[in-house]
């Protein structure tokens, strides 16, 4: 409860997101990814950075 309230007083989390489609002969082929660019409130909370798409940013 501690961690939680002390997160929100912490700056952001700075996530960079990117996303690649390919198309090979006719298949397409994506991946996404993800780089913490700022931990931010991540470093006193990190249970978020364990659900993709939870980051703000």
């Known amino acids: ?3 939680h309230f002390l997160a929100t007083l912490s700056p952001p989390a700075r ?4 996303k690649i489609i390919a ?3 006719g298949h397409r082929f994506s991946v996404d990814g993800l780089k913490i ?3 931010g409130y991540l470093t006193i ?3 978020e950075s ?3 798409g939870n980051y703000r940013g």
């Open 1 to 3: 409860m501690v961690r």
């Open 15 to 18: 996530v960079e997101r990117q």
């Open 23 to 25: 198309d090979v002969s």
């Open 45 to 47: 909370y990190p249970f």
């Open 50 to 52: 364990r659900v993709r």
């Open 37 to 39: 660019i700022d931990k």
